[in-house]
């Protein structure tokens, strides 16, 4: 049986219909990522803001970045995240392989217990999808404008 002819048949008994795609904004160059401090020189705007913000980075296997998809946008404080979010963009694009971000307006650097739960929970989705985490980054704010990555302070969550 034909694909229209079975989407019709869903349609003819008042079934929504959907269509998934993937709009690419720009033609740049693709850059590699090789260590985390290469995150930082994509992540200028994200230095700046004065809200919460979680970013997914999507990587091809060969660790270039295809994407940057923004999983979403909090206040002062706080940003809520689920996994169906962030997994979303990430089988959309077919991604290899993704890097967390977000920042933390006030500067602090210190991943809250929420940070760590969340990266644990979405490492162990990702390794169910077959999209691995690489490591997750806090950014933070202020003139110091530095960054903290997970991978290399909180190894242990990776360890299965």
């Known amino acids: 049986?034909?694909?229209?002819?079975?989407?019709?048949?869903f349609i003819s008994y008042g079934l929504p219909q959907l269509k998934l795609s993937l709009t690419k904004t720009c033609n740049t160059k693709i850059k590699k990522i090789?260590?985390?401090?290469?995150?930082?020189?994509?992540?200028?705007?994200?230095?700046l803001a004065c809200e919460e913000y979680f970013l997914s980075i999507h990587l091809n296997p060969k660790l270039e970045i295809i994407g940057i998809?923004?999983?979403?946008?909090?206040?002062?404080?706080?940003s809520l995240i689920h996994p169906r979010e962030v997994f979303k963009a990430a089988c959309l694009a077919n991604s290899h392989a993704l890097i967390l971000c977000h920042n933390h307006p006030?500067?602090?650097?210190e991943p809250s217990s929420e940070d760590l739960n969340?990266?644990?929970q979405l490492i162990n989705a990702g390794s169910l999808m077959g999209i691995v985490i690489l490591d997750h980054i806090i950014?933070?704010?202020?003139k110091r404008r530095q960054h903290y990555?997970?991978?290399?302070?909180?190894?242990?969550l990776w360890e299965s």
């Open 1 to 9: 049986m034909n694909l229209n002819v079975i989407e019709n048949n």
């Open 34 to 47: 090789v260590r985390p401090k290469d995150v930082l020189n994509n992540l200028t705007p994200l230095k």
């Open 69 to 78: 998809h923004e999983v979403s946008h909090g206040t002062l404080t706080a």
């Open 106 to 109: 006030s500067g602090a650097l």
């Open 118 to 120: 969340v990266t644990s």
């Open 139 to 142: 950014v933070g704010g202020g």
């Open 149 to 156: 990555s997970l991978r290399e302070n909180y190894g242990y």
